[in-house]
């Protein structure tokens, strides 16, 4: 059973900065993508970043220079590092993993977190 464990969320400042970490469990394939995605209240689900087994990532261009996504294979864990964290970037954050090995960030993955909220403040 695969499991997707989100954790890192939190409030901060306008201008600071946030990691946050997603443990995948359960799936026994070399090849996958991984992403994160996020939902403001009132909104639709947006992609921010994913990465793939062959090392390309994606992002959206609303995060583009301030986030960065990354994974630790021997821990078996993704990581989102925001940085310049902005207002808008206020969100319930949700990782997810997927079969198909292309970085992409629209929200088309097959398994998915409960999410972590990240709530940024003036």
């Known amino acids: 059973q695969v499991q997707v464990v989100e954790s890192g969320g939190g409030s901060v400042q306008a201008g600071g900065s946030l990691r946050l970490s997603c443990a995948a469990s359960?799936?026994?394939?070399?090849?996958?993508?991984m992403g994160w995605f996020r939902q403001a209240p009132g909104k639709e689900r947006e992609g921010v970043a994913a990465l793939d087994s062959f090392g390309s990532t994606s992002y959206a261009d609303s995060v583009k220079g301030r986030f960065t996504i990354s994974q630790d294979n021997a821990k078996n864990t993704l990581y989102l590092q925001m940085n310049s964290l902005k207002l808008e970037d206020t969100a319930m954050y949700y990782c997810a993993l997927d079969s198909w090995p292309v970085a992409r960030v629209s929200a088309d993955f097959e398994y998915w977190g409960q999410g972590t909220q990240v709530t940024v403040s003036s």
């Open positions: 359960g799936y026994g394939y070399n090849s996958y993508a």
